[in-house]
């Protein structure tokens, strides 16, 4: 047993023999794939507010889920109890999907050693309780030196030590373990009456030294509280957006949104497995601008979307979505690509043990190019750039999407002038990504906050991208 | 399902494990301490194409306690209710208690306030229904969807789901309650082409009653209609129009307005109705009642999540903002009483009088005249702190009273301030599946952002 075997079976009385003897019980009925999927998690949170720690919370969460695949059909059950009896009332009720009868053997267990892109560290125990207060009571006091029109700051600061196991009938034999940290920095600033509200953070899979950890002469964490603080000052005096089509120029970073909203979740193999997808059926067509390389990575070293391996087992890959505008492949997980004809591409994830796995993405991205940004900006004669954005959604079936700037600015006769207050833009995912014209030399990822939903489970990931052109989308502004 | 099972044994001790949890939490030092715990149980099937996609079996449920000690506040959870678990839980939280800040504000619902005996509100309707049973209801509405016309060519499944569960809370004022609720829901999402355009759309029901949910058939061909209606949408001009939510995306007008009296964003000053109190935020016609104890209502509680008893309210009469929502905690910061509101609102009824009372969808449709019917609203972009609104939308271009078109891929955007007070009439077309009861709302004008 290694250590996340004893962590999450200790005391349970179940042991490597009962797992497969428990996917072998689920083989008498016609079932062409089951896997075991244990998780423990602790995870803490600490808020400040006011100059005081007010919030502080401790969870913990460990279970099993159950799943049987049976041609299309899917079995899935699961329990918060970690032990023979449940284990086997999950299988049993899982199995239930298939009509009895055998249909195959299951493999011998493979345990397979794989890459590590983050470490296995407990993020909870890097700091001592008292400097993690401390850390909070820090970033307030940077966030309120930068100006006397901050009125008020939150701070916020979580860690998760997270186990997993993954035991399957194709002999998966997996464990993990994924550290997670974050800390945000919430500020409101007032100035004769108006108030305005600015945030920033970011967090990695790693523990808490992340964010002391100096980076262009300063530590992350008095970062955020600068950046919470000059964002909050720049919409103070932000003017209303306009209203139409215009060119949008997007920073590099963050807005990388754009690419998971827009093409993302539309390659996600489930969507194009049932043809629902307005990427569907096009893999070796023009998708995009050719000036577009995009691609979905889950090996990135401590990123918050990578994965030492997905929740099925299957090892964190780089995948080339798009290749020079043209769609390579979809993200997939064992059952739709199996159904697919396909094999999985390590993008396979699920939120718990008590939710199903699905095609989901990890780290998303565009290459850069080879355009200045600066020269991208002057391209304009009157547009927007937005370099930060607050989320987006998209429906995958029209392509339809949408994104929130939480920064922006117009852009008039080559020159970056006024802030514009935050606005919604919309597009339909392939003609917005047929319009990028210029692609940047500046590729960067995001900081490490993305959080992405899909049928209510959530899960982190990263975006990033370089600077870029849309020639063309639809501003929400009132103007 | 044997009988030691049932939720309503499960309740029962759960309570005497809340209780045990408040005693552990005073043996370990806690000046005062609640424990709140919920489990749901049940079964959800898809099935897509006529074919069982998928069968889930959900249980959920963890414990969180939150001690108090000299002042300071600690918080813990766990899904595990071992005797072991749950005081290594307790012990978590007042560990955290050592390292948080004296807050006076916080603690426990003054005692005077709690539903020590709260009243029995009909919610729990619990319905036996084998796996079979409910993969042939989500099949039959599926094919009733998949019949309906040959341009729905394919299909995101149909679901039917069927929870039963219950809430306990306790807390060191002595108070311990709890009571079992059900749900059970049919939904249908359908995909509709012809030509290159491809849209998606769906339908559902929900009840507290098994026998209370739509017609399966119903259903499926509500999905069905509603996608076929957004083929071909176009784009719009880029100008200000009359424009009219739908009652079924309405509530999301009030979601906001229950964000901007929310007394978290309140006392951070991070709203924009900040001491709007008493004052006209919608037109003299509006008036919203909450009534938090209607009978087998989705979002009726007899006690917040704090205990805290709930009550028939106005929130806004003839205009005029009555009350914020308020929980112990920001009640404090702002010098006033809890109103009940920890945990969200509980079954608000909009209604208007005189002219603004608009009668039915084809009556609203008219009083529209030409204008924007939004039935889709998509994005966040909302900013409570001072109002900018800023959505994606699709709907229909309604001319003179009747849909012309269907319209996609634009913004609708405006300030929240000026879209209350634009509100000009209130349809009779209720939508009861949520929490807010309202038709549809038609505004003055907002500005569209298309071609």
């Given at each position: 047993?290694?250590?996340?075997?004893?962590?999450?079976?200790?005391?349970?009385?179940?042991?490597?023999?009962?797992?497969?003897?428990?996917?072998?019980?689920?083989?008498?009925?016609?079932?062409?794939?089951?896997?075991?999927?244990?998780?423990?998690?602790?995870?803490?949170?600490?808020?400040?507010?006011?100059?005081?720690?007010?919030?502080?919370?401790?969870?913990?969460?460990?279970?099993?889920?159950?799943?049987?695949?049976?041609?299309?059909?899917?079995?899935?059950?699961?329990?918060?109890?970690?032990?023979?009896?449940?284990?086997?009332?999950?299988?049993?009720?899982?199995?239930?999907?298939?009509?009895?009868?055998?249909?195959?053997?299951?493999?011998?267990?493979?345990?397979?050693?794989?890459?590590?892109?983050?470490?296995?560290?407990?993020?909870?125990?890097?700091?001592?309780?008292?400097?993690?207060?401390?850390?909070?009571?820090?970033?307030?006091?940077?966030?309120?030196?930068?100006?006397?029109?901050?009125?008020?700051?939150?701070?916020?600061?979580?860690?998760?030590?997270?186990?997993?196991?993954?035991?399957?009938?194709?002999?998966?034999?997996?464990?993990?373990?994924?550290?997670?940290?974050?800390?945000?920095?919430?500020?409101?600033?007032?100035?004769?009456?108006?108030?305005?509200?600015?945030?920033?953070?970011?967090?990695?899979?790693?523990?808490?030294?992340?964010?002391?950890?100096?980076?262009?002469?300063?530590?992350?964490?008095?970062?955020?509280?600068?950046?919470?603080?000059?964002?909050?000052?720049?919409?103070?005096?932000?003017?209303?957006?306009?209203?139409?089509?215009?060119?949008?120029?997007?920073?590099?970073?963050?807005?990388?949104?754009?690419?998971?909203?827009?093409?993302?979740?539309?390659?996600?193999?489930?969507?194009?497995?049932?043809?629902?997808?307005?990427?569907?059926?096009?893999?070796?067509?023009?998708?995009?601008?050719?000036?577009?390389?995009?691609?979905?990575?889950?090996?990135?070293?401590?990123?918050?979307?990578?994965?030492?391996?997905?929740?099925?087992?299957?090892?964190?890959?780089?995948?080339?979505?798009?290749?020079?505008?043209?769609?390579?492949?979809?993200?997939?997980?064992?059952?739709?690509?199996?159904?697919?004809?396909?094999?999985?591409?390590?993008?396979?994830?699920?939120?718990?043990?008590?939710?199903?796995?699905?095609?989901?993405?990890?780290?998303?991205?565009?290459?850069?190019?080879?355009?200045?940004?600066?020269?991208?900006?002057?391209?304009?004669?009157?547009?927007?750039?937005?370099?930060?954005?607050?989320?987006?959604?998209?429906?995958?079936?029209?392509?339809?999407?949408?994104?929130?700037?939480?920064?922006?600015?117009?852009?008039?006769?080559?020159?970056?002038?006024?802030?514009?207050?935050?606005?919604?833009?919309?597009?339909?995912?392939?003609?917005?990504?047929?319009?990028?014209?210029?692609?940047?030399?500046?590729?960067?990822?995001?900081?490490?906050?993305?959080?992405?939903?899909?049928?209510?489970?959530?899960?982190?990931?990263?975006?990033?991208?370089?600077?870029?052109?849309?020639?063309?989308?639809?501003?929400?502004?009132?103007? | 399902?044997?009988?030691?099972?049932?939720?309503?044994?499960?309740?029962?001790?759960?309570?005497?494990?809340?209780?045990?949890?408040?005693?552990?939490?005073?043996?370990?030092?806690?000046?005062?301490?609640?424990?709140?715990?919920?489990?749901?149980?049940?079964?959800?099937?898809?099935?897509?194409?006529?074919?069982?996609?998928?069968?889930?079996?959900?249980?959920?449920?963890?414990?969180?306690?939150?001690?108090?000690?000299?002042?300071?506040?600690?918080?813990?959870?766990?899904?595990?209710?071992?005797?072991?678990?749950?005081?290594?839980?307790?012990?978590?939280?007042?560990?955290?208690?050592?390292?948080?800040?004296?807050?006076?504000?916080?603690?426990?619902?003054?005692?005077?306030?709690?539903?020590?005996?709260?009243?029995?509100?009909?919610?729990?309707?619990?319905?036996?229904?084998?796996?079979?049973?409910?993969?042939?209801?989500?099949?039959?509405?599926?094919?009733?969807?998949?019949?309906?016309?040959?341009?729905?060519?394919?299909?995101?499944?149909?679901?039917?789901?069927?929870?039963?569960?219950?809430?306990?809370?306790?807390?060191?004022?002595?108070?311990?309650?709890?009571?079992?609720?059900?749900?059970?829901?049919?939904?249908?999402?359908?995909?509709?082409?012809?030509?290159?355009?491809?849209?998606?759309?769906?339908?559902?029901?929900?009840?507290?009653?098994?026998?209370?949910?739509?017609?399966?058939?119903?259903?499926?061909?509500?999905?069905?209609?509603?996608?076929?209606?957004?083929?071909?949408?176009?784009?719009?001009?880029?100008?200000?129009?009359?424009?009219?939510?739908?009652?079924?995306?309405?509530?999301?007008?009030?979601?906001?307005?229950?964000?901007?009296?929310?007394?978290?964003?309140?006392?951070?000053?991070?709203?924009?109705?900040?001491?709007?109190?008493?004052?006209?935020?919608?037109?003299?016609?509006?008036?919203?009642?909450?009534?938090?104890?209607?009978?087998?209502?989705?979002?009726?509680s007899a006690f917040d999540s704090e205990g805290v008893i709930t009550q028939d309210r106005t929130i806004v009469a003839n205009g005029d903002l009555e009350t914020y929502l308020l929980t112990s905690y920001s009640a404090r910061k702002l010098g006033l009483t809890t109103t009940g509101h920890a945990g969200g609102i509980h079954n608000w009824l909009v209604s208007a009088s005189g002219d603004a009372d608009g009668g039915d969808f084809d009556a609203m449709l008219t009083k529209l005249g030409?204008?924007?019917?939004?039935?889709?609203?998509?994005?966040?972009?909302?900013?409570?702190?001072?109002?900018?609104?800023?959505?994606?939308?699709?709907?229909?271009?309604?001319?003179?009273?009747?849909?012309?078109?269907?319209?996609?891929?634009?913004?609708?955007?405006?300030?929240?301030?000026?879209?209350?007070?634009?509100?000009?009439?209130?349809?009779?077309?209720?939508?009861?599946?949520?929490?807010?009861?309202?038709?549809?709302?038609?505004?003055?004008?907002?500005?569209?952002?298309?071609?």
């Amino acid at each position: 047993m290694n250590n996340v075997e004893r962590e999450l079976l200790a005391d349970s009385q179940i042991d490597e023999a009962l797992l497969s003897k428990t996917l072998d019980s689920m083989f008498l009925h016609k079932v062409d794939f089951a896997d075991l999927y244990f998780q423990a998690s602790r995870h803490e949170s600490w808020m400040l507010e006011d100059g005081i720690v007010k919030e502080g919370s401790y969870n913990i969460e460990r279970g099993v889920g159950v799943r049987a695949i049976s041609g299309e059909k899917t079995g899935f059950a699961y329990s918060d109890d970690i032990s023979p009896i449940a284990l086997q009332k999950a299988a049993d009720a899982a199995m239930g999907i298939a009509n009895a009868g055998v249909s195959g053997k299951i493999k011998v267990f493979n345990r397979q050693t794989v890459c590590k892109q983050y470490q296995a560290i407990d993020p909870l125990a890097s700091l001592s309780q008292e400097n993690k207060i401390n850390l909070l009571h820090e970033m307030e006091t940077h966030a309120r030196a930068q100006d006397k029109r901050v009125k008020q700051v939150i701070v916020s600061l979580s860690g998760v030590y997270e186990t997993i196991l993954v035991a399957a009938s194709d002999g998966t034999y997996s464990t993990d373990v994924r550290p997670l940290v974050r800390l945000n920095c919430s500020v409101l600033v007032e100035d004769n009456g108006e108030r305005e509200r600015g945030s920033s953070g970011g967090g990695a899979r790693t523990d808490y030294s992340y964010f002391f950890e100096v980076e262009n002469d300063q530590a992350r964490f008095l970062k955020y509280a600068e950046e919470a603080v000059r964002i909050a000052l720049v919409n103070l005096v932000a003017i209303d957006a306009p209203a139409g089509m215009f060119p949008v120029v997007l920073g590099s970073g963050w807005p990388g949104v754009l690419l998971h909203e827009a093409v993302g979740h539309g390659l996600e193999g489930d969507f194009n497995r049932k043809g629902s997808s307005a990427f569907s059926g096009k893999i070796g067509q023009q998708v995009t601008s050719q000036l577009c390389t995009i691609v979905d990575d889950g090996t990135l070293v401590n990123r918050r979307g990578s994965v030492n391996i997905d929740d099925e087992g299957t090892p964190g890959q780089y995948n080339i979505l798009i290749e020079n505008g043209i769609l390579k492949g979809y993200m997939q997980d064992k059952h739709n690509a199996s159904l697919m004809g396909l094999k999985s591409t390590g993008n396979g994830r699920r939120e718990s043990y008590a939710h199903l796995p699905m095609p989901r993405m990890t780290n998303t991205y565009m290459l850069a190019g080879e355009s200045d940004p600066k020269d991208i900006i002057k391209s304009v004669k009157k547009g927007i750039y937005a370099p930060n954005f607050a989320g987006g959604q998209v429906d995958i079936t029209s392509g339809k999407f949408v994104f929130t700037s939480s920064e922006a600015y117009l852009i008039e006769d080559g020159e970056i002038t006024s802030p514009i207050k935050g606005a919604t833009l919309i597009g339909s995912g392939p003609q917005a990504m047929k319009q990028v014209s210029m692609v940047g030399n500046d590729l960067s990822l995001d900081m490490g906050v993305g959080v992405c939903g899909k049928d209510g489970q959530s899960i982190p990931v990263g975006v990033g991208q370089p600077t870029l052109k849309i020639d063309e989308m639809t501003i929400g502004g009132t103007q | 399902m044997t009988e030691s099972d049932s939720i309503i044994n499960q309740l029962e001790q759960v309570k005497i494990r809340v209780a045990q949890a408040l005693d552990v939490a005073k043996s370990l030092g806690a000046d005062d301490a609640e424990v709140s715990m919920s489990r749901q149980q049940g079964l959800s099937v898809d099935t897509r194409l006529g074919e069982v996609e998928t069968v889930e079996f959900t249980n959920d449920g963890a414990l969180g306690i939150t001690v108090y000690k000299n002042g300071c506040k600690g918080s813990a959870s766990t899904a595990d209710l071992s005797e072991k678990a749950l005081s290594q839980t307790i012990q978590a939280a007042v560990n955290i208690a050592k390292y948080t800040s004296v807050d006076e504000c916080s603690g426990l619902a003054d005692k005077e306030l709690l539903a020590m005996n709260p009243i029995d509100l009909d919610l729990f309707h619990p319905k036996k229904l084998s796996t079979e049973q409910a993969i042939e209801m989500a099949k039959q509405c599926e094919d009733s969807a998949m019949s309906f016309d040959k341009r729905i060519t394919n299909s995101d499944g149909a679901t039917l789901a069927t929870f039963e569960g219950f809430k306990v809370y306790g807390n060191s004022n002595g108070q311990l309650v709890g009571y079992p609720s059900s749900r059970h829901s049919l939904s249908c999402v359908m995909i509709a082409s012809e030509g290159d355009d491809m849209q998606r759309d769906y339908a559902y029901t929900v009840s507290r009653e098994f026998d209370g949910l739509d017609d399966a058939e119903f259903i499926g061909q509500q999905a069905s209609k509603e996608v076929l209606s957004r083929l071909n949408a176009q784009k719009i001009q880029t100008k200000k129009v009359p424009v009219m939510f739908r009652a079924d995306i309405a509530n999301t007008v009030f979601g906001h307005f229950i964000s901007a009296i929310s007394g978290g964003n309140l006392y951070r000053k991070s709203s924009f109705l900040l001491d709007a109190l008493g004052k006209k935020v919608f037109p003299e016609f509006l008036t919203i009642n909450e009534r938090p104890h209607i009978a087998k209502a989705l979002a009726s509680s007899a006690f917040d999540s704090e205990g805290v008893i709930t009550q028939d309210r106005t929130i806004v009469a003839n205009g005029d903002l009555e009350t914020y929502l308020l929980t112990s905690y920001s009640a404090r910061k702002l010098g006033l009483t809890t109103t009940g509101h920890a945990g969200g609102i509980h079954n608000w009824l909009v209604s208007a009088s005189g002219d603004a009372d608009g009668g039915d969808f084809d009556a609203m449709l008219t009083k529209l005249g030409t204008g924007f019917l939004v039935t889709e609203l998509m994005g966040q972009g909302v900013n409570v702190v001072n109002g900018d609104y800023s959505r994606g939308a699709a709907g229909f271009w309604v001319e003179n009273g009747k849909i012309a078109f269907p319209v996609s891929e634009v913004t609708i955007s405006g300030n929240l301030k000026d879209i209350f007070k634009g509100l000009v009439a209130v349809g009779s077309d209720i939508d009861k599946r949520g929490s807010i009861f309202t038709g549809s709302l038609l505004i003055d004008s907002m500005q569209v952002s298309g071609n």
